[in-house]
């Protein structure tokens, strides 16, 4: 129990930490971590000048985590990703160069302007850990996290995910602007040529295992397992849940990978706010991230200005706990 009691306390303090940089973003970091500490990756979309950068790369200073940047664009090869084999004069023999992606965290930034080999090493990244370099394969460090960024307003020169590999993504999270509080509060700070606060380390890789051990512990009620399956199936089957309008819109429900990503976030949001259970509420907050990029709407929807979020909405007003 004392243990526990620390790595909350730490917690805490990754959040105070992390906010003494990037102001009002606070759900970002909270998906970032529940990213981490159960091995999902984090899809973002916002326009440019929200912090996202700023976001993990001050994380990765808070909890003493190798960082690197990737600017995605429409040249980059797979090589520049992963590395690439090079020739030793003296040895006569060809030796890896490790490349960028071998780090702790990996910012993705406008992942969708590379091209389809890019993309493809990138999945291989995500999703086995480890990335093939000339005939050999090897692992990745851990903890791995890739947090991948959009950009929604530009299109040009941009190429579409892969399904396969926006699937890997455990949460979709939409960054938006600040609350006027905040906003003042950041220009405040940010404005000041002096300011050049650097985060202290508050977690190690030791206690990064240990909380993750602590999530995997939290429990969920049987009742809260078959919401969850009630949620991803009401996404397939529509027209059995009484919902006639998505059954016309949705022209597929979300993977499997869905109910995992929703199950292991709840436990960690709910490890989050000090409890070992998890509650109703913590799988309605999550819903959205990890639903919204893997529900497929046909051009009916587009047609009518329907959106994914609003069939989430829809979705969790008529599903019913305990159904």
């Known amino acids: 129990m004392e243990g526990s009691r620390i790595l909350h306390k730490k917690i805490r303090e990754v959040f105070s930490e992390t906010s003494k940089v990037v102001i009002g973003q606070e759900r970002l970091i909270n998906r970032l971590l529940i990213g981490l500490f159960t091995g999902g990756h984090i899809l973002l979309e916002g326009v440019p000048g929200l912090a996202k950068t700023k976001t993990i790369n001050t994380l990765a200073k808070v909890l003493d985590l190798g960082f690197n940047r990737l600017q995605?664009?429409?040249?980059?090869?797979?090589?520049?990703?992963?590395?690439?084999?090079?020739?030793?004069?003296?040895?006569?023999?060809?030796?890896?160069?490790?490349?960028?992606?071998?780090?702790?965290?990996?910012?993705?930034?406008?992942?969708?302007?590379a091209p389809a080999k890019v993309q493809s090493a990138l999945l291989e990244a995500m999703a086995e850990k480890q990335v093939t370099?000339?005939?050999?394969?090897?692992?990745?460090?851990?903890?791995?996290?890739?947090?991948?960024?959009?950009?929604?307003?530009?299109?040009?020169?941009?190429?579409?995910?892969?399904?396969a590999q926006v699937d890997r993504f455990m949460m979709k999270v939409f960054v938006d602007y600040l609350d006027k509080n905040s906003e003042l509060e950041m220009v405040r700070k940010m404005a000041n040529l002096n300011f050049n606060y650097v985060p202290k380390p508050i977690l190690d890789r030791e206690e990064i295992s240990a909380i993750k051990q602590e999530i995997?512990?939290?429990?969920?009620?049987?009742?809260?397992?078959?919401?969850?399956?009630?949620?991803?199936?009401?996404?397939?089957?529509?027209?059995?849940?009484?919902?006639?309008?998505?059954?016309?819109?949705?022209?597929?429900?979300?993977?499997?990978?869905?109910?995992?990503?929703?199950?292991?976030?709840?436990?960690?949001?709910?490890?989050?706010?000090?409890?070992?259970?998890?509650?109703?509420?913590?799988?309605?907050?999550?819903?959205?991230?990890?639903?919204?990029?893997?529900?497929?709407?046909?051009?009916?929807?587009?047609?009518?200005?329907?959106?994914?979020?609003?069939?989430?909405?829809?979705?969790?007003?008529?599903?019913?706990?305990?159904?």
């Open 216 to 323: 995997n512990r939290i429990t969920i009620s049987e009742m809260l397992e078959r919401y969850i399956i009630e949620l991803i199936f009401s996404t397939r089957r529509p027209a059995e849940y009484g919902l006639k309008d998505e059954a016309r819109y949705i022209q597929f429900g979300v993977s499997p990978r869905a109910g995992l990503s929703l199950y292991n976030a709840a436990k960690a949001l709910a490890y989050f706010d000090e409890r070992d259970y998890v509650l109703p509420e913590d799988i309605k907050a999550l819903v959205h991230d990890v639903f919204n990029h893997r529900i497929i709407l046909n051009y009916e929807a587009e047609a009518d200005g329907i959106t994914t979020r609003q069939v989430i909405d829809t979705l969790l007003k008529r599903v019913a706990i305990g159904r």
């Open 133 to 163: 370099i000339g005939d050999e394969t090897h692992q990745l460090d851990r903890p791995f996290l890739v947090m991948a960024t959009q950009n929604p307003v530009e299109q040009e020169g941009t190429y579409p995910l892969p399904e």
């Open 72 to 113: 995605f664009t429409p040249d980059l090869l797979p090589s520049d990703l992963v590395g690439t084999m090079i020739y030793n004069q003296k040895s006569g023999d060809f030796e890896v160069k490790k490349g960028p992606i071998f780090s702790n965290l990996i910012l993705a930034d406008e992942v969708n302007r």
